[in-house]
């Protein structure tokens, strides 16, 4: 029954389908995809100065710190695989250079304050939409 409740909840949420791994685990990457776009492929838009696009609202610069994967950043960033491995290559350039811990918290707090972003107060508020996603409130 519970194996039941699990592909249920996963077949809703959409649980990982698409991701890329690495550090940030799958759950972490749903739940910060959620919380930037309902992890839906959202046109770009204007956000504080510069665009952002995507499934993760990755803007122009976050792509260049990723390795600039995929072709450009706006296809990189419409494509669920693409713009999970950019977020996967930023927290892997950054979390250890900034000592963030290897906590969704931390790299959640990093997606959106920017290298140093575990270390923010002004990412808190971030961090705490996150775990109000569905599913999110007990991710690590």
């Known amino acids: 029954m519970l194996l039941y409740a699990v592909v249920i909840v996963s077949a809703v949420l959409g649980l990982s389908e698409g991701f890329a791994t690495g550090m940030v685990s799958q759950a972490c990457l749903q739940c910060i995809c959620m919380a930037e ?3 839906t492929n959202l046109p770009c838009k204007m ?18 710190d990723c390795g600039s994967i995929g072709g450009s ?8 695989t693409c713009a999970s491995q950019c977020v996967q290559n ?8 900034y000592n963030c811990p290897h906590t969704c918290e931390a790299y959640a707090r990093e ?4 290298p140093n972003g575990c270390h923010h107060s002004n990412t808190l508020s971030y ?8 599913g999110c409130s007990n991710v690590h």
């Open 37 to 39: 776009s309902g992890c």
């Open 73 to 80: 950043w706006q296809a990189c960033a419409a494509d669920k």
């Open 127 to 134: 961090w705490h939409h996150v775990q109000s996603q569905p």
């Open 47 to 64: 956000d504080v100065g510069s665009l952002s696009c995507g499934y993760f609202q990755i803007k122009h610069n976050y792509w260049l």
């Open 90 to 97: 930023y927290m892997a350039r950054y979390v250890n250079h």
């Open 111 to 114: 997606h959106n304050g920017g």
